[in-house]
């Protein structure tokens, strides 16, 4: 989003500064994704000790995928599910993923039990949160079976995996685990865990590997493929979901079809804060200042801690030449969120629209600091740069501050701008990446 200013020196003709909105994604708190996990992770018993998951429902047969390891060897084995109840399943009827360690067990019930709804590990990157689900054998302490349900991070994503097992992460699971669900944020499966990496000095584990869902899903046509979130099919998932589905619509630039979904996510729950401020985002797209800032207010009426709305209520301000409420908004936004880079630039927006280099330019170095990739940071200091350009700054108290030789300002400004246009190009930003170009040019001429 660009805010112009009208009066720039000839050098920098036509350059507008960039403001960064701050969507909200949405994700299921600790307790709805156990809740969910409960339901579709199984306990097998038999030769072997293990987890499984329910990842499909035909009719009255139901699909459950576990690891290879824990059913391949001959006998009997029991599948129990969430309700206690308990099925048989000879070994003879157990199907082998090939190439992976991985297979398919199968039961057969007139229950309702719910189905893990399959996520797309491909959109996993390291530091991500996700979930691993399932029944640790009985130890020395504990006399018993135990459904265990624990968090931890993507540590890292393998390229060259053996067995499929290309998912590691910092969950210290137990045995009997292995073959149960790892769950994403939003209670999505992901992946199947499988194989624990000790520390060999101590013989603790330190890391897990689990095989992600895509690989599974590509060695079997009778299992529909996961989508990243769109607005198609979500309605059954409530208003998560079209809030979900907004995201992605305003990502592709279907500002309409986002407000859409999120007055159907408003209209199904009339108290989540995040949709309000994310159909305030696509209003703020459509340049519907007003109509924006009344989104969020109602967000923050509902959530004063979202610091997200206070950054995005001052960058509409600034867009109506409110300054100085919008600097009050990025103040709260701040304060609330001292790691908001976004907040920061665009409280350099604002100073630079009230003449306040120095304080913009400080802005524009923290955002910086806290998010290096943040390209508009860059062009937006270039853009202040190329405005102290042989120029004197009046300071507070009343005296001149003389600034740095015209010279040095333009090296400092060129110095930003490109690294503006790099970053732009990686982010697939052509159209502020040409700009940054434009402005060099302008500069070295």
């Known amino acids: 989003m660009f805010f112009s200013f009208a009066q720039v020196p000839a050098v920098v003709m036509g350059v507008a500064l960039v403001g960064v909105f701050s969507p909200v994604a949405f994700a299921l708190s600790a307790p709805q994704v156990n809740a969910i996990a409960k339901e579709i992770t199984v306990r097998l018993s038999g030769k072997n000790n293990g987890s499984g998951v329910i990842i499909n429902r035909k009719g009255n047969t139901y699909d459950v995928l576990t690891n290879w390891h824990v059913v391949k060897e001959a006998g009997i084995y029991h599948i129990e599910v969430s309700d ?77 995996p053996k ?15 292995s073959g149960g669900p790892v769950l994403n944020e939003n209670g999505y499966l992901v992946g199947i865990n ?23 899903l590509a060695t079997n046509n009778t299992f529909q493929k996961p989508q990243i979130i769109s607005a198609t099919a979500v309605e059954e998932r409530g208003a998560v979901d079209f809030l979900r589905g907004g995201l992605d619509k305003v990502a592709k630039g279907d500002f309409n079809g986002a407000i859409a979904l999120y007055d159907r996510a408003i209209s199904l729950n009339p108290n989540l804060a995040e949709a309000y401020n994310n159909r305030g985002l696509a209003r703020s797209k459509q340049q519907d200042f007003t109509g924006a800032i009344a989104d969020y207010d109602r967000a923050i009426s509902l959530n004063p801690n979202l610091a ?37 630039n665009n409280r350099g927006l604002a100073r630079s629209g009230q003449k306040d ?39 507070p108290n009343g005296a ?46």
């Not at 229950?111 to 709804?117: D, P």
């Not at 067995?163 to 685990?177: E, K, R």
């Not at 509409?316 to 908001?340: E, M, V």
Request: net charge neutral; no cysteine.
């Open 84 to 160: 206690g109840k308990k099925y048989t399943v000879k070994s003879s009827q157990i199907k082998r993923v090939p190439g992976l360690d991985l297979a398919l067990l199968q039961f057969d019930s007139f229950k309702n039990y719910r189905v893990a709804e399959l996520g797309n590990n491909d959109a996993l990157t390291e530091g991500v949160q996700v979930y691993v689900a399932g029944w640790a054998e009985p130890g020395p302490l504990i006399s018993e079976a135990t459904y265990q349900f624990l968090n931890g991070q993507i540590s890292s994503l393998l390229r060259n």
């Open 163 to 177: 067995d499929g097992y290309s998912l590691v992460y910092t969950i210290n699971a137990a045995p009997g685990m």
């Open 194 to 216: 499988g194989r624990a990496i000790p520390d060999l000095r101590t013989g603790t584990v330190t890391f897990v590997l689990g095989i992600g869902i895509n690989t599974f």
């Open 308 to 344: 997200e709305a206070y950054n995005n209520r001052g960058l509409a301000r600034s867009k109506q030449q409110d300054f100085t409420g919008a600097i009050a908004d990025y103040d709260r936004a701040i304060s609330l969120n001292p790691n908001l880079a976004e907040a920061y």
């Open 357 to 395: 280099f120095n304080g913009a330019i400080a802005d524009y170095d923290r955002a910086i600091s806290l998010n290096p990739n943040l390209a508009e940071a860059y062009a937006n200091r270039g853009f202040v740069h190329s405005q102290q350009i042989a120029q004197t700054l009046t300071v």
């Open 400 to 445: 001149y501050l003389t600034v740095r030789s015209s010279l040095d300002i333009k090296s400092l400004a060129i110095a930003d701008f490109q690294k503006a246009a790099n970053l732009f190009l990686q982010q697939g930003n052509k159209f502020n990446y040409q700009r940054s170009l434009d402005m060099i040019n302008q500069l070295q001429h």
